[in-house]
């Protein structure tokens, strides 16, 4: 999706883009409002004729408790961030007399691509063109080029209105929730007592994990010594590439070599098998007698490996990525901007 300009471009200017930049300019990591909360403990569940309900969640589910609040948050967000658009561009629409379905669109005039803009894009996407002659592909790109033109037009009018209408959300900040995960001894880079500490559990055979390392070492470049970064062994059953990798790696600890070997599992995840592995480790600087000899002990290998997975299911990790920064549960490859939101509120503690 990421190397397609097509696709890119083909997007309309849908009420979820736009929703998304309100959202992202305004304010982010909002929670229930407390009336919304108060309503929600109404509804219950009755377990032999005795009621529970999402207090009862709170105290003994930290994670549900969390992930409810994180999902609820969500929806509130999107759905207040899709009627502020539609109230500002009835405001604009009626301000300038024209239907609010157009006032994104008004005074866009699209300009004729270059000869060059157009070898250009031929040139970059030629394998995605399906072996098209310029010449062929040339009406295509125009009209693909015309459309990026009235995206960036509707992208620019969107943040004027938004200047002249400011839009606050108006909404609780969500409760802190903290669960205790312990490091284990496990691999880490940073300062040993900086003040925040991110574990991450992780697969190396999983494409979202994958993703994700591009945000964390923008965290870690950012931060340097203000955060420790320690990673936990989390193969998921499904991926049968992914247990071979994370031995491997732990093989690499003794050597030094750990922080070597990661980025480049990672680099190379859809392609684990194990004879590739091994030539990765040793590619990266580990010893190959060694490593050989660490590979033999596979049942220490797993017994540790398999400690982590039961620590992290202990906490409520059920899939690949998870993070736990300074205790609170992040789930998934998210953007780079939710860690930061996050990181910076811990370091103004």
């Known amino acids: 999706m990421e190397n397609s300009i097509q696709k890119w471009i083909e997007q309309p200017f849908s009420k979820l883009a736009v929703g998304a930049i309100v959202v992202l300019a305004v304010l982010a990591g909002i929670s229930i409002p407390s009336f919304i909360q108060a309503k929600f403990n ?137 669960v205790t995960v312990d490091t284990e001894n496990n691999p880490s880079i940073g300062a040993e007592k900086a003040k925040i500490t991110v574990i991450e559990f992780s697969d190396f055979e999983c494409p979202y994990c994958k993703r994700s390392q591009d945000v964390s070492r923008r965290l870690r470049e950012k931060y340097k010594d203000q955060i420790r970064w320690v990673f936990r062994d989390f193969p998921l059953p499904f991926h049968q590439d992914a247990m071979y990798a994370h031995m491997a790696a732990n093989c690499s600890i003794s050597q030094g070599k750990y922080w070597e070997v990661f980025p480049i599992l990672f680099e190379n995840s859809g392609n684990l098998s194990a004879s590739n592995v091994d030539f990765l480790v040793t590619k990266a600087g580990v010893d190959k007698t060694k490593y050989q000899a660490c590979m033999n002990d596979k049942d220490k290998l797993q017994a540790e490996i398999n400690k982590d997975i039961q620590d992290g299911q202990k906490v409520g990790v059920s899939g690949t990525p998870a993070f736990f920064i300074n205790g609170i549960f992040v789930s998934g490859a998210l953007p780079y901007e939710n860690f930061e939101e996050i990181i910076e509120k811990e370091l103004k503690n």
Do not use: M
């Open 42 to 178: 109404q509804d219950a569940v009755s377990i032999g004729g005795k009621k529970y309900d999402i207090t009862d969640v709170k105290k003994t589910s930290p994670i549900a408790y969390s992930k409810y609040q994180t999902d609820y948050a969500a929806l509130i967000k999107n759905t207040l961030a899709e009627f502020a658009q539609d109230k500002l561009f009835e405001i604009v629409g009626a301000e300038k007399n024209i239907p609010a379905a157009d006032v994104l669109k008004q005074g866009f005039v699209p300009k004729e691509p270059t000869d060059q803009e157009i070898a250009d894009i031929y040139n970059t996407y030629k394998a995605q063109l399906g072996g098209k002659s310029l010449a062929q592909s040339k009406d295509q790109i125009v009209g693909l080029l015309k459309n990026q033109q009235e995206q960036e037009h509707s992208r620019n009018v969107y943040k004027e209105i938004v200047q002249k209408y400011p839009v606050d959300f108006l909404i609780k900040e969500p409760d802190v929730v903290r």
